[in-house]
């Protein structure tokens, strides 16, 4: 019985002592008390201390100060980069550059000219990603962080590089933050005499959504205005298991247009729970009226769709996904069916033909949301068109109008920095790699100018627009 007692009573002591040493450990220094223990302990009692009972304590300690310190650090080398970045692109912007492809025949003759991303009053908005379209004789250029920009093409035809600022209130709507890389600007279209902008919106604190704006045109101020909100939002704060469940990269955003409609991808921001689900928006390719702002699913299953093209003849889209590891995919969607029920299904993420990233936790809820089944047919999802193993960090799909070959197109990569030719059969099956264009820069857009009969391409890394022909 004085066993036990005396075992307690030392059990209870150890637990005092080793309580109060935690808290000396983690106390502020400044403290006097604190202060004049630490400065009277023996050193050798002290030497002990640390290597046996506070040794753990001492080293979690140290590890939650060099965490702090690598995060301030990080945070000065991001500023130091983005002014690096500003300054770099204040003295270049303009500057040309030429090269030539030769392929079986033909010379693609490439010119690129620095785009001024720049953004002098907040060093955040320095963002190298950008979106193209055109309207009359000019390129509208939509950068990620909200300035927008038109060049002249009759000066780029000559050769000449010109452009001007087009004032916008993007800005103003405070929908985003700049300092996080992911927001911003996902594309831009002009229907008619409107242009559209898909962004990522915070709609409550820390639980995100993609938007479309539209502002009537007018190069002297574009005033945008809701067009597409949704009440529906991820949260950054979901996970499974630990495993942190959230991706803001996985926004989709693309948008084009068919007859009546703008079609939208919206995508997953990882949450697997949400592209299945007929009642969320997200991992969906949504057509949205532009009367009325009301939006059915064309489309379903999707993770990340980056691009999107209506081949307007066979009432279809092709559309460009993101995929897991080593799973990104061309998908082919018919546009015949109004009935709901009828919405096809492109099994993400029950289905797919990559494999979860190494930091995904494969445990009992992995296996039963995303098992990333290999076949998509056998549990009655439609198979892509064509997939690409390893990814190629797909992005942007368009017609190949400078054949005549009317099942052929241009898909563009943002991993592999190339202009892939894909070409289909005439029952728009069986297609194969014709040609690789390496451009050696990430190709985030791609648009292509009828009366002059080329291609503008955004190349991010510089970031420029390069322009690509056939040299006759």
Not at 53 to 71: D, G, V
Request: charged content about 25%; glycine content about 4%; aromatic content about 14%.
């Amino acid at each position: 019985m004085i066993k036990k007692k005396l075992l307690y009573i030392f059990l209870i002591f150890a637990a005092i002592f080793a309580i109060s040493g935690i808290y000396l450990i983690f106390s502020d220094y400044e403290n006097k008390k604190i202060k004049f223990i630490k400065d009277n302990t023996p050193f050798l009692i002290k030497e002990f201390l640390r290597k046996t009972i506070f040794y753990i304590p001492i080293h979690y300690r140290n590890h939650q100060a060099l965490n702090i310190e690598n995060i301030i650090l990080t945070d000065k080398n991001n500023l130091l980069y983005l002014e690096n970045l500003k300054y770099k692109n204040l003295l270049e912007f303009g500057k040309k550059e030429k090269f030539k492809i030769n392929l079986k025949n033909k010379t693609y003759q490439i010119t690129k000219y620095r785009l001024p991303f720049f953004n002098k009053k907040d060093i955040y908005a320095n963002k190298t990603k950008g979106y193209l379209e055109i309207h009359k004789n000019k390129i509208i250029v939509t950068f990620g962080s909200g300035k927008i920009i038109y060049l002249n093409k009759d000066d780029l035809n000559k050769e000449v590089f010109t452009h001007k600022i087009i004032p916008n209130n993007l800005l103003d709507l405070d929908l985003f933050n700049q300092k996080i890389k992911w927001t911003g600007i996902k594309d831009t279209k002009i229907i008619n005499d409107k242009i559209f902008i898909s962004v990522t919106k915070e709609i409550k604190k820390n639980c995100y959504t993609i938007s479309v704006l539209s502002a009537k045109i007018n190069l002297d101020f574009l005033k945008f205005e809701d067009f597409f909100d949704s009440d529906q939002c991820v949260t950054t704060d979901k996970k499974i298991k630990a495993f942190k469940y959230f991706a803001g990269y996985q926004t989709g955003g693309r948008i084009t247009n068919y007859r009546n409609d703008l079609v939208l991808t919206v995508g997953d921001f990882n949450d697997w729970t949400l592209p299945q689900n007929k009642d969320s928006i997200f991992g969906k390719i949504l057509a949205i009226d532009l009367k009325s702002k009301k939006s059915k699913i064309l489309s379903l299953g999707h993770r990340n769709p980056q691009g999107l093209f209506l081949v307007n003849d066979r009432k279809l889209l092709v559309s460009t996904e993101h995929g897991p590891k080593g799973g990104d995919e061309v998908n082919i969607i018919k546009l015949i069916h109004e009935d709901s029920q009828l919405v096809k299904n492109y099994g993400w993420p029950k289905a797919s033909y990559g494999v979860h990233y190494d930091v995904v936790p494969i445990n009992s809820f992995t296996k039963k949301i995303a098992p990333l089944y290999k076949s998509h047919k056998k549990y009655g999802f439609i198979e892509p068109a064509k997939v690409f193993t390893p990814s190629i960090g797909i992005s942007e799909i368009i017609s190949y109008e400078l054949s005549e070959n009317k099942n052929s197109y241009f898909v563009s990569s943002l991993k592999e920095k190339k202009l892939f030719k894909l070409n289909f059969d005439n029952e728009f099956k069986n297609p194969k790699i014709d040609e690789t264009l390496v451009i050696n820069e990430r190709i985030r857009d791609i648009i292509f100018d009828k009366s002059l009969n080329k291609y503008y391409m955004y190349l991010e890394n510089t970031p420029s627009i390069g322009i690509l022909s056939i040299e006759n």
